[in-house]
């Protein structure tokens, strides 16, 4: 396989190695070996990525001359589609997608997404005129207005990291906002390579920067703590979204959380072409690293045991289908990393110790490669209150659970502690009335797309709060201010 070059940081509109010029491994998760080095950044490298988003936010005109500022990310956006080529390499070799899911949500929704934001902003109002209003005998004009939030703290995960980076990093420039994107440490090039092309579409120095670091808590304790940063606008676990909360509390800094999930994928009894359906609810794509793939199959139980056949039989067909780095209709990869791999298949022993059935996959598979390999796995004969049907896995793990009726399937989607995404197969009124009734942001119905780039996209309870992508994902990055200017009667 080939190597990837270098991720460097991106600092006041320069690429360049670490303080200390100290590197670490790039781990491919096909091999199991490094595939490149990344810059691994100095707490003095967090400090002076700060300090510059901070200079270029209160000393240039970037958060307030809005032609030109969206002509410049314009040009960055261009840039980003031009590399298309050389991301879909990185999203292969560092996050170990399958070709076929790089050049999907990977890299293409991504792209998608960035020029969707392009035309979502011609939308957004920066003054709104609210009238005239007479208050205790006076004259008022009213207006309000939206400004920049001030500097953002980025922090991404690596499951889809150029979708990520781009949903925050675009979304908060064309607002106005300046930026420090720390990527997770297990794909710091699809940071990196967004610096590269920033020089290349001429952004000002200062105003988008980025950290790669092999600490996972470093440079995002840095930024949730500094005074400086306005924002912090954080997608990964549950568990350290509530920390972020915590460490910004001091400076009430306003944070936006896209955490887990634990979606449903609710096929009801009307459901047209019923069998295709269930055999579509396999956790296949990207090996199931998704926050919003919907892993919970709600079956009626008047065909669970129909449904439970076709599952064994999608499976079965599916068993020489992953895994294939070359294979350009391959969509399941490995995973991230061996620490990813252990946790997967400790909840695949968790899952057989608490009574669930398995009935396809669940078994390492070192014959593949060094890589970290697993079986696409699917649990049936579940029960909601399963750790395996509560909690996130993160992984090719699909657990199969029956309903009695439509009023049950709602009960058992909304009992659980997130609520980011879904599906709902049925007919058009029992499939609106569930999706309606299920307490989460994005919803699919009968196979329609809730999640595009000009959508907004986020959670409810535990899977966070604030939303990206779309207009609102802009907003998001934004002030508003109240003016009222006294005029003559």
């Not at 270098?6 to 190695?17: F, H, S, T, W």
Request: charged residues 20%; contains cysteine.
């Amino acid at each position: 396989m080939d190597t990837l070059q270098d991720a460097l940081l991106y600092i006041n509109g320069e690429m360049r190695p670490s303080a200390n010029t100290q590197f670490y491994d790039n781990i491919n998760p096909w091999t199991g070996a490094p595939c490149g080095k990344a810059a691994d950044a100095t707490a003095d490298d967090v400090e002076q990525a700060i300090s510059c988003a901070r200079t270029a936010f209160d000393n240039t005109d970037w958060p307030t001359n809005h032609e030109q500022r969206y002509a410049q990310v314009t040009k960055f956006v261009e840039a980003l589609c031009e590399a298309r080529a050389e991301l879909v390499k990185i999203a292969r070799l560092e996050a170990g997608s399958a070709i076929g899911a790089a050049a999907m949500a990977q890299v293409d929704g991504a792209l998608n997404g960035a020029k969707d934001y392009l035309e979502c902003y011609k939308q957004l109002e920066w003054k709104q005129d609210r009238g005239i209003k007479v208050t205790m005998g006076a004259n008022t004009q009213r207006y309000v207005v939206r400004e920049a939030a001030g500097v953002v703290g980025a922090i991404t995960p690596w499951n889809v990291p150029l979708y990520v980076n781009i949903g925050k990093v675009i979304a908060a420039l064309l607002a106005g906002c300046t930026v420090v994107l720390k990527p997770a440490p297990d794909t710091p090039l699809m940071g990196s390579i967004m610096g590269e092309l920033a020089i290349k579409a001429g952004l000002p120095a200062g105003v988008f920067n980025v950290v790669t670091s092999s600490h996972p808590a470093m440079a995002g304790e840095m930024l949730t703590t500094d005074p400086r940063v306005d924002l912090i606008s954080f997608t990964g676990s549950t568990a350290v979204g509530k920390l972020i909360m915590k460490n910004g509390a001091d400076t009430l800094k306003r944070v936006f959380l896209e955490l887990g999930g634990k979606s449903a994928y609710v096929v009801l009894e009307d459901a047209e072409d019923f069998d295709m359906k269930i055999m579509s609810a396999m956790v296949v794509f990207h090996a199931g690293q998704g926050c919003a793939y919907p892993t919970r199959l709600l079956v009626p139980k008047s065909r669970y045991d129909h449904a439970c056949t076709l599952l064994e039989m999608a499976y079965g067909g599916f068993a020489e289908m992953w895994g294939k780095f070359d294979d350009e209709s391959c969509i399941m990869g490995p995973l991230i990393s061996k620490k990813q791999l252990g946790r997967v298949h400790d909840y695949v022993e968790i899952g057989k110790a608490e009574g669930a059935r398995l009935l396809a996959g669940g078994n390492l598979r070192p014959d593949m490669g060094d890589g970290f390999f697993i079986e696409p796995t699917c649990f049936v004969d579940c029960t909601n209150d399963m750790r395996i049907a509560r909690e996130e896995i993160f992984g090719p793990v699909l657990v199969v659970i029956p309903f009695e009726d439509e009023e049950d399937a709602i009960r058992i989607a909304n009992d659980n502690d997130y609520g980011l995404g879904g599906a709902v197969y049925g007919g058009p009124e029992s499939a609106m009335r569930v999706a309606n009734a299920i307490r989460a942001g994005a919803l699919s119905v009968n196979g329609g797309m809730g999640i595009t780039g000009d959508l907004p996209f986020g959670g409810y309870k535990q899977s966070g709060m604030g939303r990206e992508w779309g207009l609102e994902g802009i907003e998001e990055f934004t002030e508003i201010k109240a003016i009222g200017v006294g005029v003559p009667a």
